[in-house]
């Protein structure tokens, strides 16, 4: 079993529309929460980071954090076809280095206008 | 502006070939990182450097090798012991102090061995 799972899509969805993308993790040591987001041909751009359990919010973006079930979520709302890209979930243990990061597959998403 | 460069964008080889990749950033970042993206697959950790001079191992280090003489460089070299060369690599930086600074990647190299 990997570390991570991030179920890989494709995800398809209109204009406006919310997305929710999410992962699930078997390592009770993770303790940092990323989200990356990647375009085609370009290296992954941190959307948020979150630490330990909770929300946070940052413009058309929710990261949600539920340590007990082991489970991370991203929310986009009003999304956009800009939004348009695969979304990398990444997480770092307790005590380690933030660049040591484990990441699922990624999801690929598909806004169409 | 502030970022890190990799290059070449593309590269090809022919099997048994080493091949070096460079990066170079100029966040003036302690810490650098490479990476391997494989489709269908999460990003895998090669080598990482924390301080110049000093590297350590990650998940898939066998068939790779690093060195890290100045603080702004961390090329890797693929060497013909690397089963699987054909990827996307990436290279990524933090200012390695705390657990405040979370990774910054460059564009990516990749690497087409046949």
């Known amino acids: 079993q990997k570390e991570v799972e991030q179920d890989p899509g494709p995800l398809s969805v209109p204009e406006g529309a919310i997305v929710s993308l999410n992962c699930t993790y078997s390592?009770?040591?993770?303790?940092?929460f990323m989200w990356y987001r990647q375009y085609s041909r370009k290296g992954p751009e941190l959307l948020m980071y979150?630490?330990?359990?909770g929300n946070k919010e940052d413009g058309r973006f929710t990261a949600q954090v539920d340590k007990s079930s082991k489970y991370i979520s991203l929310f986009i709302r009003d999304s956009q076809p800009s939004d348009s890209a695969t979304y990398l979930c990444?997480?770092?243990?307790?005590?380690?280095?933030?660049?040591?990061?484990?990441f699922g597959r990624g999801t690929q998403l598909t806004v169409w206008p | 502006d502030g970022g890190i460069t990799q290059s070449p964008k593309y590269l090809f080889r022919k099997e048994g070939q080493n091949v070096t990749l460079s990066c170079e950033q100029n966040?003036?970042?302690?810490?650098m990182y490479w990476y391997r993206q494989d489709p269908g697959q999460g990003l895998r950790l090669i080598y990482y450097?924390?301080?110049?001079?000093?590297?350590q191992k990650g998940d898939i280090a066998e068939g790779y090798s690093v060195s890290r003489e100045k603080k702004e460089s961390f090329p890797l070299t693929v060497t013909s012991a690397q089963k699987n060369p054909t990827a996307f690599y990436l290279c990524?930086?933090?200012?390695?102090?705390?657990?405040?600074?979370?990774?910054?990647f460059g564009n990516g190299t990749r690497l087409t061995v046949t």
């Open positions: 990524a930086s933090n200012s390695g102090v705390g657990y405040n600074s979370p990774l910054h």
């Open positions: 450097s924390q301080i110049v001079n000093d590297f």
């Open positions: 990444a997480m770092s243990r307790r005590g380690s280095t933030l660049g040591r990061l484990y």
């Open positions: 390592n009770s040591a993770f303790q940092y």
């Open positions: 966040l003036n970042h302690d810490a």
């Open positions: 979150t630490y330990s359990s």
